[in-house]
């Protein structure tokens, strides 16, 4: 039987995490205000100090510009009585999960105030469940580009005033001007304000910066809307014909096999095609594309910006010596410059034990190369060919492409 876990007594829990909305004190219960009163040091934004400043008897504390990610000042007063407010739910997007990162649970007493997500979704009766959510919130706003399908419902954490206009003219550009798009101000305050409007008729001025954007996504024929599935189209690709091939490509994802939080080294990148797709896998996915020539890793740059992960990072560089250094992968895929001297064995090496390696050869060089690991330290070899129709006269016949031999290993 698993051992019970027994709640820790009121003294060993010397940090508060209270959470607030823009009601301040009138929405706060019995217990977050007592636990104000008596902190010797309360740390918090000056809009939240300045919202309970009637409750607070011991230090007044904001952060610091810019913010510390470490909390120094907050760990270095471990176990006396410290409160921390946060906006709303402290572990949706808050400072809750900062702390958490150096505090156990077991230190912690959470009051938790409703998020602006739940706050929003009860306005306009949204079932949380079924919309998507996303924090943009001192991110690009191209992060929710994959989101952008025809019916979804997206509520977003903005950074400022000026973040719903700068998304309404992405939606615009991207085909999705008929959305109809929701701001939701200082929601829960006396100054709350709901506005809407479509997407390609914004004209929404003097926005309060605490908002949060929700489009009901509306496309037209053009839109540039991402698939779910791996093997997008080529055409979703800036590319200059060095690129892996939709087909080719859903294979070659299969076989890298990405799971959460996994980081991959896309070796030889071109045009970014496979790192971009590994990394919409989910969100939580880390990439570093390594390209030797500096006009392809500027376009995977763009690439990746355009289909939303811009946090792709490109290393313009030529392997194996532009792979030192850099954090240990996960996965490994190599899909150009494997015949160079030394680039085959260097990712052998740079993967964990259980790490995957998957690399594909067009060439016969690299198709000798790949039967000689094969060879020597076993795993899989497949053959991948694809034809496509043309035009024969006035009929139509098969063309087949450059067939494709993969190789992939899991190292012991």
Known sequence: MPAERKKPAAAQRWLTIVGIGEDGVEGLGDEAKRHIAQAEAVFGGKRHLALVEGLIAGNALPWPTPFDAGMKAVLALSGRRVCVLASGDPFCHGVGSTLARHVSADEMNVLPAPSAFSLAAARLGWPLPETQTISLHGKPIDLIRPLLHPKARILALTSDGDSPAAIARLLSELGFGPSRMTILEALGGPSE??????????????????NVLAIEVESTSEARVQPLTPGMADELFEHDGQITKREIRAVTLSSLAPKRGELLWDIGGGSGSISIEWMLADPSMRAIAVEASPERAARIGRNAV???????????????????????????????????????????????????????????????????????????????????????????????????????????
């Open 193 to 210: 304000r709901l506005t809407a409007m479509r997407a390609v008729t914004f004209a929404a001025k003097n926005i309060n910066p605490l």
């Open 306 to 412: 355009a289909c939303g992960v811009p946090g792709l990072i490109v290393v313009e560089g030529k392997a194996p010596a532009a792979l030192a250094g850099l954090e240990t992968p996960d996965a490994i895929f190599v899909g150009g410059g494997g015949t160079e001297p030394g680039v085959m064995d260097a990712a052998i090496d740079a993967l964990p034990s259980a790490g995957r390696l998957v690399a594909n050869a067009v060439t016969l060089e690299m198709e000798v190369l790949l039967l000689a690991l094969h060879a020597r330290l076993g795993g899989e070899l497949i053959r991948l060919a694809v034809s496509r129709t043309v035009p024969v006269g006035s009929m139509q016949g098969w063309r087949p492409a450059m067939p494709v031999t993969q190789w992939s290993w899991v190292k012991p």
